[in-house]
């Protein structure tokens, strides 16, 4: 079922979160949360926060350092006809965990020809911005989204948050389920506008594979992700009062990628600027990048543009911080390199 | 061989011998098409061929004791433990030779055998099948069953990462999971004294405040009545058990191995002690079966493994683009790009 | 304290005392710029704070019996241990104030400290700084030197599969190291009962064939006589060691932690057993100083670090573009994409 | 120093990494090769053969299979200030050990502010084609080069193995150095012309970060990396006969990516055609296509060709794992798509 326009409340990112996997984990009493601190502590980045005394310990399981171990006890758990909802707290903790996902989780499916369903979704923090240095700030959408097997998500908004959430738990398929910590809306974070948005009170779902036009414009095409998709919509004021009239895309689905949303847009705008808060090379702006000049070349009229963090670890810092990840300042600048070429 | 039921004991013979006469025969025409110059990627059987010969102990003797309902995890070398376990002979070698009625519809090959229908499944990454059969006994507690997860491992694999976390989680949630630690001395070319810190992994058990078992000398009985305590106990929630038992591998890590690590000696004197010989003489010796039952035994093995192998031989190849199907449980046919 | 140096016990005082002070003194100055609002990300020292109050006799008590060549990798809670390797404090304070003189010119920060002149590192990364140590190890003894690396982790990262696999190495290689484990009880807000299938971690010897050492309740003399007898043993070539000691943590995981996992009485109750005072109160009784000595020797250490703070405050801030730097040796900045 | 055209012999590639290897453990005692079954065994891939023999197990070392623990420990060896040379078999593997090799060995140098080197250099054996399924054929060239602080190489001929190989033991920076299983000439697997070449005897340097036009043509730029350079040029002839000359780049440097070579050949050939033996999305294809379509767009009189693998895990059996690997028929196929446009 799509959005009913009924009953809504204004949530946080966070909220929402806990909202779908209250109502799924009522719905059906298959589903788990298995993960660092998910219990009394309520996920380090708000997404379990309640869960764990409405549902108990059986249900909203604390694990030990073992990434290894619990994730890929989802595998046999989820073989087994659970539908684990694993937490690792940071994505960039991944690397200790990543054979699990990539051979077996993505690949499970397809290697017994379809004969082993794995529905897990695997719930994780990206971002930086707040000086958490190079270990605890990446995103690493890309290093996902290379990997065949996965579905990759990354919603910015409330709720779609909530509703991609429902999806991704809903689907017999591994998912990434991304969330950005900025877009929490936590207490003890930068308070930002866009954490906050209506969300509708009953469960509801929306498709994880499509990206969604946040803007209208004919100008220009700005794909963004997460943080930079607001970070667009920032710029795109700014730059309308240039005249300039941007459309912004949020991609929220790193794999697949929406290319006819984004296609059509390039079609009527000939301008496409990406930008990432994951590393430049291999990563979203060249994906993105690649579609269109392969896909959509003629309705080019200009260079393509690509603004993400340099082939750089993300320093402490926080001066140096803000210089290599991409804002509005920095959009508009790249925005204007391109409309006057 | 106290009580040890005959039925157990025939059994785990027709079990080992089917593993052994089936990995002969998969010897043999691995070679298919690699001669006279050997190329792994030529003929029917393609890629790396990990066989088990010698090892059938470790996996005949611990599954009798399990149902359908109980998960088995295994490795890259997964002949002798699907076998035990029941995975569709047919559908299994169908796989290996890459043909569409396999397991996998040709998409896994010998190293990824997935038969859910009596819970088994392989991989080809040292230690990663280990959490999974964690998972299926975290499954089987959540649901209350007394259903057990099985999995079988190299010594080599008892130094990943993966082991520590397993084992840990089991015994912190106290599952009923069990390792099969199947010490055949050598991880591809390091032999175990190269790569193991301790002689014994049964030791390992302590680390986790588990029991560890270990089983001298490829001893089908001992591993029998050792498994048999270790079922029980994760079936009355006892918690989990570490067994590892000394075997013998006959071939090359994989068909092809050079094997200019090990002294020639090693295998031949290995043979002499063969389980299966071994477990035979035995039976006859105490009248649990007569030279004829094994005879009508052995002729009915060969049978059904023979007709398997025709039934593989005769199926048909995938289409190339069903390369593209299976990814996700919709088809992912119309988003490819190119 | 029989058959303890004095030398040695001031030392270990002095060390303890340094890291306490500077500890409080950075969970005043990390507030600053996030009140009333606690937010961070702001104020002049952003980001994950984890600090070590009432965990000192780990660091002190082993450290002391390391020279400048040997090696210490630490965690994400690492100043107790940088303290008493003897990291430069300037620019230790500086780099967490993400200043152009710290360590590592400020893209580091608290959890990066990089000091090569005293072999001192550690990383965000639980377990990971674990065979950092052990490859360390390794080159000391290719060298043919008696040095020691010492790997120290909470008792947490004892789940990881990098503490399994370092442990295994280092055993089967016989290397001179050791891994220190800070039993706080506390992995962020799981107890050690939820994430350990064992009480001790010092049992978890056995499975390496190893030695393993436990230190009850914090004491800084236990610590100092186990540390002692593990580093002669590695130095003699005698082989690594696990020591676990008790520990407490007096603050949340992180500053900010609203620590409603754990009961109030925790934290007060073992102050009441506060190490530091312990051992000031040990020496006063045994006269191996009197209160005079120790005023002026707080009174240095006071001095020592509130300088070392001072510079890092009026330190400069790198350049934006410094980001672009010390990617690789050679500078990065001609080869950005945008 | 460049090659010298002095004494040569013709080499596989398995023989040339040999070489290197040797020559260079000579030259320095601070550098020893760790790895499982690079002793006795002389590499699953022929890439130690006999240097056990020659250094002692105390140069040459096997290891047990804890990729963490002996990865890990090349960095505290190399921050002591030895070279380690660490082989991990096949490249799918390193899922079991990324965190080592992105969160440390690729950041430490820039945390420690450049105070910490870590000459490491890590070989593994890519590429699939024989039938060893999903977990033993995947080449994941873009999962090294999306994160930043690494060197990644992938050299295709036997004297750019040896001399790219001799440059990686040289540099102080951590590179990833990956060999292709078919392209080492080994004697149990298809045997083919690319894998045997001059290659000096001495001692001599390739430079890393350069890629090589293998063939010059004017009609379109084909840029592969190792099977996919020797399937290109193989098309290449082909086309010739069709009338198409086909400019040949063998990229060599997955990460960073020679623009230089590759924008000038499309500003003559105005068309450019990417094929990789990775997967498509976030993969080479993406990556070039994007500096292309950002860089060279005015350049490009047709929309970028792209031919890797789709996104699947690699099949098993031959005919679908033929499928979806590029060769020389696909690519000549889409040649024809893009000049024919
Ligand atoms: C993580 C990982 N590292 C390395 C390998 C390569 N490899 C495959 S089998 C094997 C040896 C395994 O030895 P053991 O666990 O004793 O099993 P055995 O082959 O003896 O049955 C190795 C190193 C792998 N498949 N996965
Ligand atoms: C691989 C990995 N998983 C999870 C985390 C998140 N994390 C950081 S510290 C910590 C708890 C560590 O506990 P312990 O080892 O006891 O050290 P302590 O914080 O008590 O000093 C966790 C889970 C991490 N940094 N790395
Ligand atoms: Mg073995
Ligand atoms: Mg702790």
Chains 1, 4 share one sequence.
Not at chain 1, 23 to 46: A, C, L, P, T, W
Not at chain 1, 129 to 141: F, I, P, V
Not at chain 2, 167 to 176: I, T, V
């Amino acid at each position: 079922m799509k959005a009913t326009k009924e009953k809504t409340k204004k949530l946080t990112g966070s909220k929402a979160m806990i909202q779908a996997l209250e109502q799924e984990m009522n719905r059906d009493d298959s589903i788990f949360i298995m993960g660092e601190d998910v219990g009394k502590y309520g996920g380090i980045f708000g997404s379990t926060t309640g869960l764990f005394d409405k549902f108990g310990g059986e249900r909203v399981m604390d694990t030990p350092i073992s990434e290894t171990g619990f994730i890929g006890a989802a595998v046999g758990a989820a073989a087994e006809g659970f539908r684990p909802i694993v937490e690792l707290m940071f994505v960039d903790f991944h690397g200790v965990v990543m054979d699990q996902i990539y051979n077996h989780i993505a690949k499970i499916h397809y290697m017994s020809g379809g004969a082993v369903k794995l529905p897990i979704v695997l719930m994780t923090a990206v971002g930086g911005g707040y000086s958490d240095a190079a270990q605890h700030s990446q995103t690493l959408y890309a290093s996902f989204g290379h990997l065949p097997g996965l579905k990759v998500v990354a919603p910015t908004f409330p709720h779609d948050i909530k509703g991609m959430l429902i999806s991704a738990i809903r689907d017999d398929n591994p998912i990434i389920f991304m969330f950005h910590k900025t877009l929490q809306g936590l207490g003890w974070m930068d308070q930002i506008d866009a954490s906050l948005g209506e969300v509708p009170e009953n469960a509801y779902t929306v498709t994880l594979n499509k990206a969604k036009v946040v803007r209208k414009g004919k100008d220009i095409t700005i794909v963004g992700t997460q943080m930079m998709t607001v970070e667009a919509l920032k710029a795109a004021e700014e730059l309308a009062k240039k005249g300039i009239e941007a459309e912004v895309i949020d991609l929220r689905s790193i794999k697949p990628i929406d290319k006819e949303t984004i296609l059509q847009s390039v079609s009527k705008t000939h301008h496409l600027l990406v930008v990432d808060e994951d590393y430049l090379s291999y990563g979203i702006t060249a994906e993105i990048s690649a579609i269109v000049a392969s896909e959509g070349f003629d309705d080019l009229n200009a260079p393509i543009g690509r603004l993400a963090i340099p082939d750089v670890p993300i320093p402490y810092s926080r001066v140096m911080e803000k210089f290599v990840i991409p804002d509005s300042k920095s959009i508009i600048d790249s925005v204007l390199k391109l409309i006057t070429v | 061989m106290e009580n040890i039921s005959k039925i157990d004991l025939l059994w785990i013979y027709r079990k080992m011998k089917t593993s052994r006469y089936f990995e002969e025969k998969m010897e043999k025409v691995y070679l298919e098409g690699k001669q006279p110059v050997f190329n792994i990627g030529a003929g029917p059987v393609p890629g790396e061929m990990h066989l088990s010969n010698g090892q059938e102990p470790a996996a005949a003797s611990m599954i009798v004791h399990l149902t359908k309902n109980d998960t088995v995890t295994a490795t890259h070398r997964p002949h002798h433990q699907a076998i035990a376990k029941g995975v569709d002979l047919k559908k299994m070698i169908a796989e290996i030779y890459g043909k569409k009625t396999g397991l996998g519809k040709g998409k896994g090959g010998h190293m990824h055998l997935f038969d859910p229908n009596v819970k088994f499944s392989c991989g080809g990454i040292v230690g990663a099948g280990i959490p999974h059969a964690v998972g299926a006994a975290l499954a089987n507690k959540k649901r209350g069953k007394n259903w057990v997860a099985v999995a079988f491992i190299g010594e080599g694999a008892t130094n990943t990462g993966a082991f520590h976390e397993s084992l840990n989680l089991a015994a912190l949630w106290n599952l009923p999971f069990i390792v099969v630690i199947e010490d055949n001395k050598w991880g591809i070319s390091v032999a175990k004294k190269n790569a193991t810190s301790v002689t014994s992994n049964a030791v390992r058990a302590k680390a986790y405040g588990i029991k560890g078992y270990s089983v001298k000398d490829n001893d089908p009985i001992e591993m029998y009545k050792v498994s048999k305590e270790a079922v029980e106990r994760a079936r009355k929630g006892e918690g989990p058990s570490i067994i590892e038992i000394e075997t013998y591998r006959y071939l090359g890590h994989f068909q092809g191995d050079p094997e200019l690590y090990r002294n020639k000696e090693e295998v031949p004197k290995l043979k002499e002690k063969d389980p299966i010989e071994r477990l035979r003489k035995e039976m006859l010796k105490e009248n649990e079966a007569t030279a004829e039952d094994f005879k009508k035994m052995d002729a009915e093995i060969y049978q059904e493994v023979d007709k398997a192998y025709e039934f593989a031989v005769n199926s048909e190849y995938p289409q190339p683009k069903d390369a593209l199907e299976d990814v996700f449980c919709e088809s992912l046919t119309n988003a490819i790009k190119t």
